[in-house]
T-cell receptor
Framework: NAGVTQTPKFRVLKTGQSMTLLCAQD?????MYWYRQDPGMGLRLIHY???????AKGEVPDGYNVSRLKKQNFLLGLESAAPSQTSVYFC????????????FGEGSRLTVL | GENVEQHPSTLSVQEGDSAVIKCTYS??????FPWYKQELGKRPQLIID?????GEKKDQRIAVTLNKTAKHFSLHITETQPEDSAVYFC???????????FGRGTSLIVHP
C-alpha cells in the first residue's frame, strides 16, 4: 500500500517550458488536491477534484491546469512555467470532503529559472 | 471564504518545556479542525484533530482545545522532545463541499 505517490520528485525548468506532475493514490479516495508550499505562506490550494472527471479551482489556480481522467490519478500541468511557480508541490487525497484526514504525497520540488 | 490565522510563526523552547500554538478562524460554520506536522523535507501528516462537538481532545503528550464562541483553537505539546521539532499547520473546514483552509504554519524548535 503506497498511499499517495508523486512524480517527479525534483525538476528544473526554464521559463516558458511546460511540464506535468503526476499524482497517484491507491486508497480509492474520491477527493484529490494539489497544493503549493512556499516559505511563510503555508499550504495553498491550487486545484482540487471531487471525483473522476471533475476538477475545480482553488485559491491560486492561475497558470495551472489539472485533469482527473482516472479516479486514482490527478495531474497538474504548467503550460508556460514562470519563476513565480518555483515551489514545492504537494498532492493529497481524502475519503471525505471537508471533514477528514488529508493524505499527502512526498512533494515535488520545482525550480523555474 | 474561511480565513485561518496561526501564531506564532516561530516557537523556540527547551526540551521538557510545553509549547502552545494558536489558531483563529473566521467562518462560524467550520466544524473540523485538524493539525498537521511536517518534519524537515517530509510530507505533512495528521497528528490530531477535533470536531466542533467537543472542547478538548488529548493523545499522549499532545492536546487540542477548541473555543467555538471565540473561534479559536490551540495545540498543546507537553514535555517537548527534540523529535517534536517540525512545522505545525492548523486547518479549519466544514463538511459538504468545503475544502480545509490552512494556517501559515509554526516552526517549532526544541533545543536539547
Amino acid at each position: 500500500n503506497a498511499g499517495v505517490t508523486q512524480t517527479p520528485k525534483f525538476r528544473v525548468l526554464k521559463t516558458g517550458q511546460s511540464m506535468t506532475l503526476l499524482c497517484a493514490q491507491d486508497m480509492n479516495h474520491e477527493y484529490m488536491y494539489w497544493y503549493r508550499q512556499d516559505p511563510g505562506m503555508g499550504l495553498r490550494l491550487i486545484h482540487y477534484s471531487v471525483g473522476e472527471g471533475t476538477t475545480a479551482k482553488g485559491e491560486v489556480p492561475d497558470g495551472y491546469n489539472v485533469s482527473r481522467l482516472k479516479k486514482q490519478n490527478f495531474l497538474l500541468g504548467l503550460e508556460s512555467a514562470a519563476p513565480s511557480q518555483t515551489s514545492v508541490y504537494f498532492c493529497a487525497s481524502s475519503r471525505g470532503l471537508g471533514t477528514g484526514e488529508l493524505f499527502f504525497g512526498e512533494g515535488s520540488r520545482l525550480t523555474v529559472l | 471564504g474561511e480565513n485561518v490565522e496561526q501564531h506564532p510563526s516561530t516557537l523556540s523552547v527547551q526540551e521538557g518545556d510545553s509549547a502552545v500554538i494558536k489558531c483563529t478562524y473566521s467562518d462560524s460554520a467550520s466544524n473540523y479542525f485538524p493539525w498537521y506536522k511536517q518534519e524537515l523535507g517530509k510530507r505533512p501528516q495528521l497528528i490530531i484533530d477535533i470536531r466542533s462537538n467537543v472542547g478538548e481532545k488529548k493523545d499522549q503528550r499532545i492536546a487540542v482545545t477548541l473555543n467555538k464562541t471565540a473561534k479559536h483553537f490551540s495545540l498543546h505539546i507537553t514535555e517537548t522532545q527534540p523529535e517534536d521539532s517540525a512545522v505545525y499547520f492548523c486547518a479549519a473546514s466544514r463538511g459538504g463541499s468545503y475544502i480545509p483552509t490552512f494556517g501559515r504554519g509554526t516552526s517549532l524548535i526544541v533545543h536539547p
